[in-house]
Every structure is written in structure tokens, then in C-alpha cells.
């Protein structure tokens, strides 16, 4: 079994004709894990029990009993979704001990699917990061060239299926961390609408942004795993019953009917010509497949990051209110309580986190709440009324997903301001609650370029249809690493 290749569609069909087993394709994970994690640091553990729970699956097959429909599809979980038992350290060395005490209810999901969880994903320290250096556990390294970073903050995730260890991973995307890393690693990766994955379970950073997604190999295999863990939640207020992920009749062989809008904002100075060629290029094939191309304008783009860097610090500043070394894992005595709560965040949380947490707090003291976080929430409305007005003419957006492929490690460590930069194209569909997806359509010098499609809320299914349909007629999600 070729693993660099295999798909999780493949893997279902293969193990359901007896080609091999879930035993077989768990084992061909570890290898790669035990061949490629020292170097990448894509995991930051593997699941002990990965081989028990593949032979489970394989007696269920064996006794003819009924099997879910990711029955023993190895997938690797970001290190902020809860895993009943596991340590959930969301990159962070603040919660370096604590151990989770119940399943997300996505996790809930894959198992009921029978999936099999194979370990821990590397991230940026809660999340916050673009190209997975913020982690106090190390970098996680682009498979494709490991000079270079994978993208953020869903790194580990990205970087451990796009070098065999797994055939799908979840991540989260607060600002693009999920499309951004799939874009730099070569891979499929899809933001939900917001409110169609629980978040429950999730380590909350910016609980108005974030979102749970698949990552996979082919859009197909996004949709997959998206129909499992999706749909409403009595734990999670905000997440309700959507529309179907992922509708066959829908996924023809062609876009005929199906009207895509370019927006002109999202082809800016700045961006690597390269990639923009790509892109290009990507739109033309969606043209040949059908699709009628007109030319669109969302014009309070140039506000999104703004809004997004002043929104995401003030609600992660008060998310993160809660690690005062009391309550959670790692603690460290001071003085008195006051000393204790600030030894234990100063040793605990890293300098990205830091730098967010004042922000944040800056934005929303009294005296500036109204002039940044209450302004910052007025520009959110007006992106999402500029997607309003453009999904009353098209049924999706194509666009890059990140302004140049990936950069060497260390070169925008120290300075905030251009990685925030590079979530230009991501960070406005999280700002006005859409789903997007990225998908592979291009190389420069040996590195992944990537095709962002967007659409209206729950409308995952015009996404997938769009993506699987620039699969069938093109090769770049089968390059491997
Ligand atoms: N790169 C963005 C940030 O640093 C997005 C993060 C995310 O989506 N979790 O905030």
C-alpha cells in the first residue's frame, strides 16, 4: 500500500474488498510517524492503543457486524480538541499537564464513525500563529521542504497527512488555520460555516471566530469526514442543524449553472505573482468545467485584518482569563495570589500569546472599547453585508487562499505585523461566519499553491461540489511531498 497516496475514500473501498486491513493501514501510518515525526514534529504523541482499535474495527468487519463510515481511517487531532484521557496542551505550556476529562463531541463523532484517533497535532500556542512556531513544543516543519514552515495554526494537523501519518486530521480556523496550512502543505482543508461543527470540547481562543474542519487529500474526503462530525449539539448553543454537507446528485461532472464571482480586492499588490498565475489558471479550468466567471467587489476587505486583529486579542483575553494557575495545570507560587496569578501566566503562556492577551485588554478597557473593539465589530458587519450582496449574484467565490507559498522558518518570527499579513485572504470568512475551502492548484519552486472557494452560510455543498469537480480535472492534489 502506497500511504503517500492513499485517500480516505480509497482506504474505505479497499478495506471493505478485503485488499487490506484497518491493522494494515494503521501500521503503514506508524511507519511514517517512526520514518518522518523527529524531523517534522508534526505529532506530539501517538495514541497507544492506534493498533487495538484497528483490530477492533477489523473484528467487527470479520463478524459481519455494521461499521461506521469512517471505520478505521486513522485521523490525527489537533492538540485543542479534547480527547477523553489524552494530555490536551493546545501548544501551550501553560496547559503542558492537563489531561482531558471527556471527548469533544466532534471526538464523540469519530468514534461512533469508528475512526481510529493516532495522536496529538502540533499547533501554534492556542491557536495563534500562521506558520506553526508559536508551539512551546517546538516548530512543526513543511514536508515539502522542511526549511520552510507549513503554515499555522493547524500545522501538525496539515503537515502529518501531507507526509503519510494519517488520512485526514482536524483542525481549527479562527483566521484561516486550517485553509492556510492545507494551501502551504499541498492539501484540502475546509472552514465550516460557523455553528455547523460543536464546538464543544474546543479550547476556546476567539468563541465568535472559531471552527472545527477536516483536513484531507481530496475534497471528497473533506466532505467525509465533515458529514460525521457536523450537525447540531445540545452543548454547544451555537451550533445548529444544517442543510446536507454533501449532496451526490450535486456533484456532476461538470459547473454548468454554477456562477462564480472574482473578487478584485483579493488580487492585491503584494501578492507573489506566481501565485496569482495559479489561481488564475485554477479559475479558468472552473470556466472550461461550466462555470460563468464574472468579476466581483467586496470592498471593506482591506478593513478585514484590521477588525480581525482587534476582535480575535479581545475575546482570546478573555478566554484565556481562565488559566490563573488554579484551575488548570500548570501553576507557579508567588507571594500572594496576585504574584502567583502572574508568575503562573508569565511562565506559562509564550510572547504571541502575551502580546494578544494586552491587546486585547487594551482594546476593550474602558475609555477605548468604543473607538477599537465596538468600531472593529461595525466593520465585521460590513464585510459580512458586502458577502451578502455579492452571493445575491454569484453561488461562490474563488480566490487565493494565501497571498505566497511557504517562507523559511524563522523569517516573520519576529515580526507580528507581516505573518498577520498573511491571512489577508482567509481571515474575512471567519469574520462574516462563511465556509471556505482550500484546495492544491499550483507549484512554485517545489512548494504548494492554493485555490480558496467561498460560499454562503451552510452551503458546504456548492464548496464540495466546486472542489471535486476541480479534482476530477486536475492532478495537483495526487503530488505528494
Ligand atoms: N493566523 C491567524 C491568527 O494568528 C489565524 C489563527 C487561527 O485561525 N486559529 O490569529
Not at 506508524?30 to 495514541?47: F, G, M, P, Q, R
Not at 507549513?150 to 483542525?171: T, W
Not at 486585547?360 to 460590513?382: E, F, N, P, Q, W
Not at 455579492?390 to 507580528?416: E, R
Request: aromatic share 8%; glycine share 10%; net charge negative.
Amino acid at each position: 500500500m502506497d500511504i503517500s497516496t492513499m485517500t480516505i475514500r480509497k482506504a474505505l473501498d479497499q478495506m471493505q474488498a478485503g485488499e487490506f486491513t484497518a491493522k494494515d493501514l494503521v501500521q503503514a501510518c506508524l511507519d511514517s510517524i517512526e520514518s518522518k515525526n523527529e524531523n517534522l514534529n508534526a505529532l506530539l504523541s501517538v495514541a497507544d492503543s492506534a493498533l487495538a482499535q484497528a483490530d477492533a474495527i477489523d473484528r467487527k468487519r470479520a463478524a459481519g457486524e455494521e461499521l461506521g463510515a469512517l471505520a478505521g481511517i486513522p485521523i490525527v487531532i489537533k492538540d485543542n480538541i479534547l480527547v477523553k484521557g489524552w494530555t490536551a496542551s493546545a501548544g501551550s505550556r501553560i496547559l503542558e499537564d492537563y489531561q482531558a476529562s471527556y471527548d469533544a463531541t466532534v471526538i464523540k463523532r469519530l468514534r461512533q464513525a469508528d475512526a481510529i484517533l493516532i495522536g496529538r497535532a502540533n499547533m501554534d500556542e492556542f491557536a495563534m500563529g500562521s506558520s506553526g512556531e508559536t508551539s512551546h513544543y517546538g516548530p512543526t516543519k513543511n514536508p515539502w521542504d522542511e526549511t520552510k514552515v507549513p503554515g499555522g495554526s493547524s500545522s501538525g494537523s496539515c503537515a502529518a497527512v501531507a507526509s503519510g501519518m494519517a488520512l485526514g486530521a482536524l483542525g481549527t480556523d479562527t483566521g484561516g488555520s486550517i485553509r492556510q496550512p492545507a494551501s502551504l502543505c499541498g492539501l484540502t482543508g475546509l472552514k465550516p460555516t460557523y455553528g455547523r461543527v460543536s464546538r464543544y470540547g474546543a479550547v476556546a481562543m476567539c468563541s465568535s471566530h472559531d471552527q472545527i474542519g477536516p483536513i484531507a487529500k481530496t475534497a471528497e474526503d473533506a466532505a467525509l469526514i465533515l458529514a460525521v462530525i457536523e450537525g447540531s449539539d445540545a452543548k454547544d448553543a451555537t451550533s445548529v442543524a444544517g442543510t446536507d454537507v454533501f449532496i451526490p446528485e450535486l456533484v456532476q461532472k461538470d459547473l454548468k449553472g454554477v456562477k462564480i464571482g472574482i473578487p478584485k480586492e483579493y488580487f492585491l499588490a503584494g501578492m507573489d505573482p506566481a501565485v496569482e498565475k495559479a489561481v488564475r489558471e485554477g479559475i479558468e479550468e472552473l470556466k472550461k468545467g461550466g462555470a460563468e466567471i464574472t468579476e466581483v467587489s467586496l470592498p471593506h476587505t482591506e478593513y478585514g485584518l484590521a477588525a480581525y486583529y482587534l476582535l480575535m486579542p479581545a475575546e482570546a483575553s478573555s478566554n484565556l482569563g481562565r488559566y490563573d494557575g488554579v484551575r488548570y495545570a500548570y501553576s507557579s507560587n508567588g507571594n500572594d495570589l496576585i504574584d502567583s496569578y502572574a508568575r503562573t501566566r508569565g511562565e506559562g503562556f509564550g510572547a504571541e500569546v502575551k502580546r494578544r492577551i494586552m491587546l486585547g485588554t487594551y482594546a476593550l478597557s474602558a475609555g477605548y472599547y468604543d473607538a477599537y473593539y465596538r468600531k472593529a465589530l461595525k466593520v465585521r458587519t460590513l464585510i459580512k453585508q458586502d458577502f451578502d450582496d455579492v452571493f445575491k449574484q454569484v453561488d461562490l467565490i474563488a480566490c487565493p487562499t494565501s497571498p505566497s507559498v511557504a517562507w523559511d522558518l524563522g523569517a516573520k518570527f519576529d515580526d507580528p505585523l507581516t505573518m498577520y499579513l498573511s491571512d489577508v485572504y482567509t481571515i474575512t470568512a471567519n469574520l462574516a461566519t462563511l465556509p471556505g475551502m482550500s484546495v492544491p492548484c499550483g507549484f512554485k519552486d517545489g512548494l504548494p499553491i492554493g485555490l480558496q472557494f467561498l460560499a454562503k452560510p451552510f452551503d458546504e455543498a456548492s464548496i464540495f461540489r466546486a472542489g471535486m469537480f476541480y479534482q476530477s480535472a486536475t492532478d495537483w492534489h495526487k503530488k505528494t511531498p
